[in-house]
């Protein structure tokens, strides 16, 4: 919004600019999406309900309302992430959740709305009329604890129903705001859900500090969002210290872990079948580096052009999990005209051609 950006250049705070900016936007839609609506059930009871006038047409318009109520409640939560201390902005939030009938989640940020000034009239007396019809809505309804909302978070995710999760993943990161699983959650939806990088990357920020730089699969799914950012030299950093964690851990698994495991289960029964189930358990135990570990890890590399070597070493181990991927096959033999290693490469890029030029056909 060019208009909303000269209005308030003013402002130092580049989060503060943007949360500013997404909040016109947002009540843009919101209030065209209610004045819709209304409308829409005017229309309806003084024409469709007479004469069942064009009501798909009504029916049709009516969700397209409510397209755009989502619309603003995504864009309500896009600014609570940029700047999470207005309180009016939870306030619209919790209007928004209200027509959309979300009357659990609607309350919850109303709540937290007053909670963080009461003071402001458009709260306070939004709260009051809204408040009284959401009691009545909720006595109809069971109280959803904590589990039930992380249940209901990890199934809207894994439906890739992106809006309701990350609506879900919100509430419960303001219930335990240093659960590292929620932070972990709340990345991946912002990242993959929206392509909102920089959202995604203040909570996994938060998530690898809270952890301790000791949580794998946090690291791993960080430098994925560093490599599709391009910032190259913190994912070789972050990857670096990914297979460093891994290492130290699989050392950490010895030879006399293993013999100790095997000694103990043997006293209890001395079987096969369960030497076996023992083995199974301390390979499951050890962690272990994937195709994208390696791949991501040699491109970061070559871009910051420090250790030809090391990347070529990850492009192999990258091919040997995949070995008829042509990307992985492109890159490395970017590497090695880098490297002026101009016959290998020309054989490299033969291979991919070969190999792109069967799958396709």
């Known amino acids: 919004d060019k208009k909303c950006l000269k209005k308030y250049s003013g402002y130092q705070n580049m989060n503060t600019l943007k949360c500013i900016t997404i909040m016109h936007y947002s009540l843009t839609l919101y209030m065209h999406a209610y004045i819709y609506i209304y409308i829409l059930y005017i229309l309806y009871i003084y024409v469709c309900n007479i004469c069942n006038f064009c009501l798909f047409e009504w029916w049709t318009s009516l969700h397209f309302g409510c397209q755009l109520l989502e619309e603003a409640m995504m864009q ?170 891994i290492d130290e851990h699989n050392k950490r698994m010895t030879a006399s872990d293993v013999e100790a495991q095997k000694s103990s289960n043997d006293n209890n029964n001395n079987n096969n079948n369960n030497n076996n189930n023992n083995n199974e358990m301390v390979q499951a135990s050890l962690l272990s580096t994937t195709y994208t570990d390696h791949l991501n890890y040699a491109e970061a590399l070559v871009e910051c052009g420090v250790d030809y070597v090391e990347s070529e070493k990850h492009f192999k181990k990258a091919l040997e999990m995949k070995p008829n991927y042509s990307k992985t096959m492109l890159k490395y033999g970017m590497l090695l005209c880098r490297s002026q290693r101009f016959q290998e490469a020309r054989a490299i890029f033969l291979d991919a051609l070969q190999v792109s030029f069967y799958y396709n056909n």
Not at 153 to 179: D, E, G, T
Request: charged letters at 15%.
């Open 76 to 245: 309500y939560i896009f600014a609570i992430i940029c700047e999470g201390n207005w309180s009016i902005v939870y306030y619209y939030l919790g209007c928004v959740l209200y027509q959309l009938q979300s009357y659990k989640s609607s309350i919850f940020f109303l709540n937290k709305a007053q909670r963080m000034n009461m003071y402001i009239p458009v709260i306070q007396n939004g709260y009051q009329a809204i408040g009284q019809r959401l009691t009545q809505h909720l006595q109809q309804q069971g109280p959803m604890t904590e589990e039930d909302l992380h249940q209901a978070a990890v199934n809207s995710y894994r439906n890739r129903n992106w809006n309701i999760a990350c609506l879900q993943f919100l509430q419960l990161l303001y219930m335990s705001p240093q659960n590292v699983n929620y932070q972990h959650n709340m990345a991946m939806v912002l990242q993959y859900g929206f392509a909102n990088y920089d959202g995604a990357e203040k909570y996994f920020k938060q998530s690898v500090r809270r952890s301790q730089s000791s949580h794998p699969d946090i690291l791993r799914h960080y430098c994925q969002l560093l490599s599709t950012m391009k910032r190259f030299e913190d994912c070789k950093s972050y990857y670096a210290l990914l297979f460093r964690l």
